[in-house]
């Protein structure tokens, strides 16, 4: 690991551990987000390289034990798996979903959370597409636009949505919980009508 993914790796654990609500999975996108081509454009044969905060990202997550999952459309996977081997970075993932799909990765998303057992609610997701995000949010997924790959701001920005997600959803579950408690009791209602002579 060089000395730029350490710096980096420190910036981001710092990220994170200002934040008392974090995610349980975080999901990446692999073609301009973790890295900066598509992988049908290149050769199993070249060496990858990831965008210059990526390493340090992932490397952060993994130390605080945060699980880190991909959600690839791109329709080479053969491809993007030797690139993510020759990186080091394949053990890093506890699921990866690479194939081409017209779903905008909502099959992607079931994938995973079949894999992982996680609650879409506790996932946080990284795409450079906007159709991507539109789709995987509307499943409950906090999903970030990345302009430029993922970097620290990307980050910062990602947990920041997912906390204010995470407490408005809070809030609703006590305020449902709080009106459903002000019921009155129906399990065993008076019987109606009996009127005796």
């Given at each position: 690991m060089g000395e730029s993914s350490e710096k980096m790796k420190d910036e981001a654990l710092k990220i994170i551990e200002s934040f008392q609500v974090l995610p349980k999975l975080v999901v990446f996108d692999l073609d301009y987000t973790l890295?900066?081509?598509?992988?049908?454009?290149?050769?199993k044969r070249e060496m990858p390289s990831l965008y210059p905060h990526a390493m340090g990202i992932l490397l952060a997550l993994k130390q605080r034990g945060i699980d880190i999952a991909i959600a690839s459309r791109s329709p080479t996977a053969d491809i993007a798996k030797a690139f993510l081997n020759k990186l080091g970075i394949t053990s890093?993932?506890?699921a990866q979903e690479i194939y081409s799909s017209w779903s905008h990765k909502t099959d992607h998303f079931q994938r995973i959370h079949s894999t992982t057992g996680i609650s879409f609610h506790d996932m946080l997701f990284f795409d450079d597409e906007n159709r991507n995000i539109q789709a995987v949010s509307k499943m409950g997924v906090t999903s970030i636009l990345v302009d430029n790959g993922v970097n620290l701001g990307a980050l910062s920005q990602g947990l920041t949505q997912f906390s204010r997600n995470w407490n408005t959803s809070q809030k609703n579950k006590q305020k449902w919980l709080s009106n459903y408690s002000k019921k009155p009791d129906t399990s065993n209602p008076a019987p109606?009508?009996?009127t005796s002579k």
């Amino acid at each position: 690991m060089g000395e730029s993914s350490e710096k980096m790796k420190d910036e981001a654990l710092k990220i994170i551990e200002s934040f008392q609500v974090l995610p349980k999975l975080v999901v990446f996108d692999l073609d301009y987000t973790l890295w900066p081509f598509y992988c049908e454009c290149r050769s199993k044969r070249e060496m990858p390289s990831l965008y210059p905060h990526a390493m340090g990202i992932l490397l952060a997550l993994k130390q605080r034990g945060i699980d880190i999952a991909i959600a690839s459309r791109s329709p080479t996977a053969d491809i993007a798996k030797a690139f993510l081997n020759k990186l080091g970075i394949t053990s890093f993932f506890v699921a990866q979903e690479i194939y081409s799909s017209w779903s905008h990765k909502t099959d992607h998303f079931q994938r995973i959370h079949s894999t992982t057992g996680i609650s879409f609610h506790d996932m946080l997701f990284f795409d450079d597409e906007n159709r991507n995000i539109q789709a995987v949010s509307k499943m409950g997924v906090t999903s970030i636009l990345v302009d430029n790959g993922v970097n620290l701001g990307a980050l910062s920005q990602g947990l920041t949505q997912f906390s204010r997600n995470w407490n408005t959803s809070q809030k609703n579950k006590q305020k449902w919980l709080s009106n459903y408690s002000k019921k009155p009791d129906t399990s065993n209602p008076a019987p109606s009508n009996s009127t005796s002579k």
